[in-house]
């Protein structure tokens, strides 16, 4: 397929009568499959065919739309109405009552402020946002690559070909002001350039979607939704530096999205998209997936570089640097998946505008994944620098427990808390340093009062601990005695001098340690030791654990309303409540292993815990 093939089918698709029948939009995201979003879709084709209505209607299976809590999802597009937790019985209410009657169905439609909002552009999860790299998720079948043509993909590969030495592309890149959105944070531009200078006649370009963090799918909703858009953000990196090889390093536990991706690259390939002569162009390039194991330390480049060649995946010495030596020690590009999303964006609108959105040093968007209990988690796209309030409350309605914000941990195991006081700290990668945490791949784990902080920082040093690959002895050794002495403090045996050797350790592990994984492994005990650290005095002074989740520290209390129906005493594990029928009964601390099951067991609400 040439230039012009391209544009004349892309003409020709706009016009069909696919391209231009009302269509009714099924979220297909992981999320919302595994709430049964593939059932719904199947419901509508079958009511749709029951009223005549399938060759008027074209029901498109999307990419993940955003709001996960509240899936399966389903976007009317004639008026833009928007039906949250459809299930299969609901579909024959919205055939007859909205697609044939006229009339939305309330009873499916968002809340916001006691009023029922069916417009997805006016519900302020959406109107909040600012979706660039997600602008085809939800709009477009990920699996047809018609649906990206028609909606201007491959136009940026067009130009880029046809109209652009592999030097300007760099130098649109640098223009832009894109940084890597895999966590560092590097200028895109820039490490395109050291590939392109380098006089080596073999060069890689990889791209990493081994996403590893908790919480953490933005990488994966992109590749299940927009799978071309990295493609060819690929294809546009490897003729900036010389490439015609490339991989895409996809953890195997993502199968959706491998399945996904591989019918992108098979499509690409049919189309003349890769393989030879790139639309007549003469420019060779090819992709390849490569399945990870799901190692953590693999988010790491080096990590990445070894195990695509075949070996454990564990880092190794820099410098060299991959864009001088990488893949088989040839000059290798590596950006994750977002970051390549970017592209066609920047190449199609201009490095100029796309610096436009963003801050100073930060240029564009963010993918948020907004977790914890906030009335609508899933999916967030934002200007780099929108502050982090925005997205708590404007965006994800804030904290649905009824409780108060108490902390946001940002960037994943290797980020940190951002407490109450700093909720306006704008979202990017310097004004998060300054407070002890890191953008990260975009992990957003809201957490509201109940959480102890000196619990959250053990989860997620026992997270890296257990990822850390063990090659050098600081990550290895180091995070293995931080939980340990975390441990401690959490099980109310911590000593003052608990805290002073923490924070040497932390100082140690990450000077020492050889990669990414080591040197932020103990950013979320600093971080909470930073913000929080009175927790830590009251976990080792008063033995207490303020919101009783430490387990060893909590404490079973029965009061005074007890009437002694002895319904605790007989579930009681360990015989630790004592007490005859009819009489207030009591709990011994010492015999007590705080299961919980009398708390759980009565009925008068008789035992409380602190």
Known sequence: MSHAELQALRNVLVKSKEYNSAKVFVC???????????????????????????????????????????????????????????????????????????????????????????KRSELPFFKNQDKQVLRNCGKIDPTKIADYIAVGGYRALSKVLTAMTGEQVVQ????????????????????????????????????NADEGDPGAFMDRSILEGDPHSIIEGMIIGAYAIGSSQGYVYVRAEYPLAVERLQIAID?????????????????NFDLEIRKGSGAFVCGEETAIITSIEGNRGEPRHRPPFPAEKGLWNKPTVLNNVETFSNIPLLINEGGAHYAEKGTEKSKGTKIFALAGPVKISGLVEVPVGTPLRKVVYDIGGGISTGKKYKAAQIGGPSGGCIPVEHLDVPLDYEALNKLGAIM????????????????????????????SCGKC??????TARMKQIVDRICEGKGEMKDIDELEVLAKTVTNA??????????????????????????????????????????????????????????????NAIHGEKKLHHTIDEAECIRCGLCLSTCKFDAIVKY
Not at 178 to 190: C, I, K, M
Not at 473 to 478: H, M, N, Q, S, W
Not at 520 to 535: C, D, I, K, M, Q
């Open 473 to 478: 002895v600081p990550c290895r050794e180091g």
């Open 28 to 118: 297909a995201g992981g999320g919302c499959i595994a709430s049964g979003s593939k059932k719904v879709k199947d419901a509508f084709v079958s009511q749709l065919a029951k009223k005549g209505l399938n060759e008027k209607l074209n029901i498109i299976e999307t990419g993940c739309l955003g709001p996960c809590a509240v899936g399966p999802v389903v976007v009317i597009e004639k008026d833009d109405t928007f039906y949250q937790k459809v299930r299969v019985q609901d579909v024959k209410d919205i055939v007859e009552k909205h697609l044939i009657g006229g009339n939305v169905v309330e009873s499916l439609l968002h809340t916001v402020e006691e009023k029922k909002v069916s």
């Open 513 to 574: 340690s050889l990669c990414g994984l080591g040197q932020t492994a103990p950013n979320p005990v600093l971080s909470t030791l930073r913000h929080f650290r009175e927790e830590y005095i009251e976990h080792i002074r008063d033995k207490k654990c303020r919101t009783a989740v430490c387990k060893e520290l909590i404490v079973f209390e029965i009061l005074d309303v007890c009437n002694g129906c002895q319904a605790c005493k007989k579930v009681c594990p360990v």
């Open 172 to 207: 649109e890149v640098t223009i832009s002001g894109l940084r890597g959105r895999g966590g560092a944070g590097f200028p895109t531009g820039t490490k395109w350039g050291f590939a392109r200078k380098s006089k080596d006649d073999t060069k890689y370009i990889l791209c």
């Open 440 to 467: 990260g791949s975009g992990g957003l784990i809201v957490m509201d009062e109940s959480s102890c902080m000196v619990d959250v920082a053990r989860f997620f040093l026992e997270f890296v601990q257990d990822e």
């Open 267 to 283: 499509q690409a390939r049919t189309f003349g998209l890769l393989g030879k002569n790139i639309l007549g162009t003469g420019f």
